[in-house]
């Protein structure tokens, strides 16, 4: 097999079915001749995803897509790494189940990397659904670009952005990330301790440390619906969590508490606006994440 696709659902079996379909148009050929297969892990949604999914690849006589029921949800990172473990392809890629492909653009991404052996990581590009462009590549969040992460600089352009040519960057979204089975296997794939949300950038972190290459690719279209599988303040919350925990695991302890008390001083404020203001949402969204640093 040339590609596997992972792809994870919980509990949102309709995104799903509408991204393995969006698959299969574009894609009818490779899954045919044993070029391409799609993974699809359940993370314990509990409900009828598991069959709901099943019947429709067999109802559709989709070839090579195949579910795999999780014992439990123990996150993005883990999922993922399931699904990678139960497929075959020489390059795994992993997109996220609220997006719609809608050109070959993920062969042509295997492609690149297969005649570029030296390309470990490859990000591809995302695109709201009106067409326009989703940051999809990032800094590593140093103290500077933490600073400016929780200052809101993501708005302006001063973290996130979206080249418009092929390049060397430091991460890239984890919603449509291709990586070699080799240097997936070698990095040990994602740290399940992180349940969700930076654990793409944390992955890429260590394959730079490792001496790996990550680029970036932008001819594709993929269509992402932007927290379309969890809410606003499940992903503040977790990216609270996850990006302390960054810095605990790599980052020096001086560099820890300074971020440790940026992050505190920001939700601190947060609380306090909320409190002001009646805004309920900013009140309960940063007390949570502040119970979580």
């Known amino acids: 097999m040339f590609v596997s696709i992972v792809t994870l659902n919980y509990k949102k079996k309709d995104l799903t079915i509408a991204c393995i379909t ?7 050929s490779e899954f045919a001749d044993n070029t391409m297969e799609v993974v699809i892990v359940d993370n314990d949604s509990q409900d009828n995803s598991v069959e709901a999914i099943r019947h429709e690849i067999k109802e559709k006589k989709y070839h090579n897509m195949h579910v795999v029921q999780n014992s439990s949800n123990a996150g993005f990172g883990a999922g993922c790494n399931l699904g990678a473990a139960k497929s075959t392809g020489d390059f795994i890629l992993f997109l996220n189940n609220d997006t719609l492909v809608k050109d070959g653009g993920i062969m042509r991404m295997a492609e690149y990397c297969q005649k570029h052996p030296d390309v470990a990581i490859l990000g591809g590009q995302l695109r709201n659904f009106d ?7 990032g800094k590593f969040y140093t103290p500077w670009y933490a600073f400016l992460l929780l200052i809101g600089g993501q ?13 060397q ?4 979204k984890g919603g449509l990330l ?3 089975r080799n240097v997936f296997n070698e990095m040990h794939g994602f740290d399940e301790k992180i349940f969700m949300y930076t654990e793409d950038m944390e992955l890429c972190y ?12 932008p001819d594709v279209m993929v269509l992402h619906k932007e927290h379309a599988s ?12 996850n990006l302390l925990y960054f810095y605990k695991k790599h980052r020096s302890p001086a560099e820890y508490r300074l971020v440790k008390t940026m992050m505190e001083a920001k939700a601190k404020s947060l609380i306090a ?4 203001k009646k805004n309920q949402y900013l009140v309960k969204t940063y007390e949570k994440a502040l119970a979580e640093i």
Do not use: C
Not at 22 to 28: K, P
Not at 131 to 137: I, K, M, N, T, Y
């Open 169 to 172: 960057v430091d991460w890239v």
């Open 131 to 137: 067409g326009s462009l989703q940051p999809s590549v």
């Open 178 to 180: 291709m990586i070699r």
């Open 230 to 241: 969890t809410s606003k303040t499940f992903a503040i919350v977790n990216i609270y969590k």
């Open 22 to 28: 969006s698959l299969w148009e574009q894609h009818q």
């Open 206 to 217: 260590r394959a730079k440390l490792a001496g790996k290459k990550i680029y970036f690719y």
């Open 155 to 167: 708005r302006f352009g001063l973290l996130d952005r979206s080249p418009k040519s092929i390049q």
């Open 273 to 276: 606006l909320g409190k002001a």
